[in-house]
């Protein structure tokens, strides 16, 4: 399992990508074959040369929304709906949140009234707080029209104010992000090198894509801080399994074809399902599961992930995959030839 400390690596300030590929499968693809404990550096569009007649794809059709609101006087993160128009947030200033505080945020119209505004309803652990907003509902159908107009699209605090060159708000998507999904508050970033051809050829090549839903929350910005990791808890998030992709991926257990996640959200899902309900099946529920070395894997049998954060809950799942010496020398491999990191960064395939 190992201590924090040891989930660390050096990482040029330069590998950290600002933006994306300039084409979506262009990005660097590592191929690490367990079984024969080997590296290959490819293109993610030779993806397809991996995947199998059978496989189960399984992806995350959760969709980013602008979930960033900038005020005058503080910034909000919304993290997860508790019903109606009350949210689970963080901001920034944390002290300026306290309970009954209102906060304003869009243009504020002739009357002086603006286009959001916010009451701290309390303060939740850490440093969460739950808010209730209002808005003028004769103008704005629902709160995401709201956050539509006036939000921003939340990038990780390691892109820097101004880097972005591209239009994030379609490159922190994925292309199969269905907007009846939207929830997450970053973007489940091993599907950003998704193109709808490759998926088109990897249907064409028999692969059965199977969509779930997990809205990414707090558990990607919370930082592990005890040097025991197995003290560490996770946020619970929310995740949805319809019932073709419950049956087209229980089906494959049981005919022994694999079950390839694309990314660590849709790892989680399959997994945390399992450890709850001993099975795949259609539900709608939360999973604040943690992975890491030791854990054994009931359902995934490849994964498709990025290069992660040192020390965070993401490269635990992954080394626990496969095991952490050896990420940590493909990390090393992967500095040496050049790859990009983090959320607009490169891909990796572990079969």
């Not at 939340?154 to 292309?175: D, F, S, W």
């Not at 801080?225 to 619970?236: F, G, N, P, W, Y």
């Not at 989680?268 to 890491?292: H, M, N, P, Q, V």
């Not at 992954?318 to 030839?337: C, D, H, P, Q």
Request: with cysteine; net charge neutral.
């Amino acid at each position: 399992m190992g201590t924090l400390k040891d989930y660390y690596f050096d990482l040029p300030e330069n590998l950290i990508a600002q933006n994306p590929a300039e084409k979506r499968d262009f990005s660097k693809l590592m191929v690490i074959d367990r079984k024969n404990n080997t590296v290959e550096h490819r293109n993610f569009y030779n993806i397809i040369d991996y995947l199998c007649q059978g496989d189960a794809l399984v992806i995350n059709e959760s969709r980013v929304f602008p979930a960033r609101l900038l005020g005058d006087v503080a910034e909000f993160l919304l993290l997860e709906n508790k019903g109606g128009d009350v949210w689970e947030i963080i901001m920034k200033p944390g002290k300026k949140g306290r309970k009954d505080a209102v906060f304003s945020f869009g243009e504020s119209s002739g009357g002086g009234s603006f286009e959001l505004t916010a009451k701290i309803l309390e303060t939740l652990d850490g440093g969460r707080k739950l808010a209730e907003f209002y808005y003028d509902k004769n103008i704005y159908k629902n709160l995401f029209a709201v956050l539509e107009k006036i939000g921003k699209i939340p990038l990780p605090p390691y892109i820097k104010e101004g880097a972005v060159t591209v239009n994030a708000k379609e490159r922190y998507q994925t292309v199969y992000a269905k907007k009846d999904k939207t929830g997450s508050s970053a973007a489940p970033t091993a599907g950003l090198h998704f193109t709808d051809e490759i998926l088109d050829s990897l249907k064409e090549k028999g692969v059965i894509i199977c969509p779930v839903t997990l809205h990414v929350g707090l558990g990607t910005f919370r930082p592990v801080r005890s040097e025991d990791i197995s003290a560490h808890k996770m946020h619970e998030e929310y995740y949805g399994i319809p019932e073709s992709s419950a049956r087209e991926i229980s089906k494959a257990k049981r005919e022994n074809r694999r079950v390839i996640a694309v990314g660590t959200t849709s790892c989680r899902t399959l997994e945390g399902c399992f450890a709850k309900y001993g099975k795949i099946s259609a539900r709608e529920d939360k999973t604040d599961i943690f992975i890491y070395e030791g854990y054994e894997f009931k359902i995934t049998d490849a994964l498709i992930t990025n290069f992660h954060l040192p020390e965070s809950t993401l490269l635990m799942l992954v080394s626990a995959f496969y095991t952490r010496e050896k990420i940590l020398g493909a990390y090393g491999e992967a500095v040496e030839n050049g790859y990009r990191f983090f959320s607009f960064g490169d891909a990796m395939i572990i079969l």
